[in-house]
């Protein structure tokens, strides 16, 4: 094995970084699920984690990812008030 390795230093070196991207991409995949399986934890929401897409949350549409689900909180909220906006309370209540 040795013999090989001082023989063919190039590919020596091309398999090590090979091994070394193949851990370091497991290791993101479950980080990856990890946080994705901590934050349906923390919200209480029911999550799955697609690999392409990312993390996924149940919300009564459908699955939304977890990036845009500002945006699908704020389209059901408008979708379930009587005049169709949002209701912030800007410039109104106690300082």
Same mark, same amino acid.
């Given at each position: =094995?040795?013999?090989? %390795?001082?023989?063919?230093? %190039?590919?020596?070196?091309? %398999?090590? @970084?090979?091994?070394? %991207?193949?851990?370091? @991409?497991?290791?993101?995949?479950?980080? +990856? &699920?990890?946080?994705?399986?901590?934050? $349906?934890?923390? /919200?209480?929401? /029911? !999550?799955?984690?697609?690999?392409?897409? $990312?993390? =996924?949350?149940? @919300?009564? !549409?459908?699955?939304?990812? #977890? &990036?845009?689900?500002? !945006?699908?909180?704020? *389209?059901?909220?408008?979708?379930?008030?009587? *005049? $169709?906006?949002?209701?912030? +309370? #800007?410039?109104? $209540?106690?300082?």
């Amino acid at each position: =094995m040795k013999a090989y %390795l001082r023989a063919k230093p %190039l590919q020596t070196a091309l %398999l090590i @970084m090979l091994v070394i %991207l193949a851990f370091l @991409m497991i290791a993101s995949s479950l980080i +990856n &699920r990890g946080s994705c399986a901590w934050h $349906g934890y923390q /919200t209480d929401r /029911t !999550t799955r984690y697609a690999i392409g897409v $990312g993390c =996924m949350v149940k @919300m009564p !549409t459908g699955w939304t990812p #977890q &990036r845009e689900l500002r !945006t699908e909180q704020q *389209s059901i909220t408008s979708a379930h008030s009587p *005049s $169709g906006q949002r209701d912030d +309370n #800007q410039g109104e $209540g106690p300082c």
